[in-house]
């Protein structure tokens, strides 16, 4: 599949073991935040959002934290599987929430 | 499996050279939106239309253009093709016309490559 980047930070965890992928964002004023997983050959897949009227949210298995007062965003994943490994992407949005303006990626690789 | 469909796959073509990638969004959604994905510039949001009209620009090229049909499908246009424009290119489609929690859904992407 086609690799996404080579050089990005990767995170190398054990299987069953709880992952944290953090990100830092760059405008104050973006009012929405998303995070993306990508597989290899495949496109960004929606995981989770968050606005900026919230510090957590919760889904299936992964919780978003959002830090307003250092512009910090972090993915936490519960147990991690095999099928977790793939490259995770935040993602910031305008205040019309068009413009999708994405950090640089985290490489998440889970051993067996 | 998003629902966005984006063809083709693959693309190699040369230098100077003009293409055309076509893009379905989900059905229900108006509107489309195109990034590109190189190694060293991460992912690059392009354009935005919506229900036909442009809506957002990002850091499109002057050599690329789009447009979205009346049947609501989309095409990113590429003219005069350099060496650095070999990339993924997505594409993205929401349900409305953006905003906080319009989620946008990602296809498959078309890969790119100018020789």
């Known amino acids: 599949g086609e690799s996404v980047g080579l050089h990005l930070p990767t995170l190398s965890v054990q299987e069953g073991d709880n992952s944290i992928i953090n990100c830092a964002y760059s405008n104050s004023a973006s009012d929405y935040f998303i995070w993306y997983k990508q597989e290899s050959g495949k496109g960004p897949q929606f995981i989770i959002d968050?606005?900026?009227?919230?510090d957590k949210r919760q889904g299936q298995r992964v919780t978003v934290l959002l830090n307003k007062t250092v512009k910090h965003l972090s993915l936490q994943i519960a147990a991690t599987q095999p099928g977790d490994s793939a490259v995770y992407f935040c993602a910031e949005a305008d205040d019309a929430g068009n413009m999708l303006t994405f950090g640089g990626g985290t490489r998440l690789m889970v051993k067996p | 499996d998003s629902g966005v469909t984006q063809t083709p796959k693959h693309l190699i073509t040369a230098t100077g050279q003009r293409v055309t990638l076509r893009c379905s969004p989900r059905s229900g959604d108006l509107s489309v939106y195109w990034y590109q994905q190189s190694l060293d510039q991460g992912l690059q949001f392009l354009i935005q239309y919506y229900n036909g009209e442009e809506r957002a620009k990002g850091n499109i090229l002057e050599r690329f253009s789009a447009q979205q049909f009346p049947d609501l499908h989309s095409e990113l246009n590429l003219s005069s093709l350099e060496l650095g424009d070999s990339a993924l290119y997505f594409c993205?489609?929401?349900?409305?016309?953006?905003?906080?929690?319009?989620?946008?859904?990602f296809g498959p992407g078309t890969r790119l490559t100018v020789l």
């Open positions: 968050i606005r900026s009227n919230m």
């Open positions: 993205a489609s929401s349900v409305a016309g953006g905003g906080t929690t319009d989620t946008q859904y």
